[in-house]
């Protein structure tokens, strides 16, 4: 199974390179992150979960929590931090512009679940990706399952913003790639300061844009009503 894993990542790591990092935005992780198989660090965390639980005075013989440790473990190696293992990288699958569409593509509220790395509380809000084409299109649905990869770490939203625009990028071939994510962190609502009110607002404009022009016909996309709403 350990073997099995690794050699899987080997062939994601070399075929993606660096990007399922980010290109400079980097997601920090140790030198052995890929060392461990998916079932190795589930036995791992939920061990540790284990140990949370007990320390805070709970009765893992509970039939309620005797599950717990492995379902907490599961989720976060299979759910919650999936995008942490490069085997779980979406392939980008982009096409010929060859009806020669040249205006902005704008995807707009793609559900972000992310988990804040300060706290491992909820990170949930949406985020709005877009890209002018200099000859390659790419699936609308690749944007979202971007999105959904990065997501899937621990995460701060600026990081975060940054890693879906590079990713963007390297599969677009193009500087023009911009995002804008709008997410509540709910140790920010929760705890702490317990403002439910307020929320955070991050971008990143790569290429035209950063001219003002692009920016502002981007930004004035996202003001648009759908014929949903
Ligand atoms: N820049 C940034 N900060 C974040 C993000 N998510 C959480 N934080 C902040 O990280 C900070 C951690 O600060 P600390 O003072 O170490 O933690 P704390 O004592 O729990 O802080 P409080 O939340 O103010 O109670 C907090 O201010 C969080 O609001 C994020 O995505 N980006
Ligand atoms: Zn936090």
Redesign the pocket.
């Given at each position: 199974m350990f073997e099995l894993s690794s050699k899987m990542n080997d062939e994601r790591i070399e075929e993606i390179g660096e990007n399922h990092v980010g290109t400079s935005a980097k997601t920090p992780l140790r030198a052995d992150a890929f060392d461990i198989s998916d079932e190795e660090k589930i036995e791992r965390i939920q061990e540790s979960v284990k140990d949370i639980l007990t320390t805070l005075g709970m009765d893992l013989t509970d039939d309620s929590l005797q599950g717990t440790p492995r379902r907490v473990a599961k989720s976060f190696v299979n759910e919650l931090f999936m995008g942490l293992n490069p085997k779980n990288m979406p392939k980008a699958s982009t096409f010929d512009n060859n009806y020669n569409y040249g205006e902005m593509l704008v995807e707009r509220n793609i559900v972000v679940y992310s988990t804040?790395e300060?706290?491992l509380l909820p990170i949930i809000g949406r985020a709005h990706v877009a890209y002018i084409s200099d000859g390659k299109v790419i699936g609308l649905s690749k944007m979202n399952r971007i999105v959904e990869y990065f997501s899937k770490r621990p995460?701060?939203?600026?990081r975060l913003t940054m890693q879906i625009v590079q990713a963007m990028q390297e599969a677009l071939g193009v500087e023009d790639v911009a995002c804008v994510i709008d997410a509540k962190?709910l140790?920010?609502n929760s705890r702490?300061?317990k403002d439910i009110e307020s929320s955070?607002v991050t971008a990143e404009f790569g290429g035209k844009f950063k001219q003002k022009e692009t920016k502002r016909e981007f930004l004035e996309y996202l003001k648009m009503k759908t014929s949903f709403e």
């Open positions: 804040c300060h706290h995460q701060v939203q600026e962190h140790c920010v702490g300061i955070t």
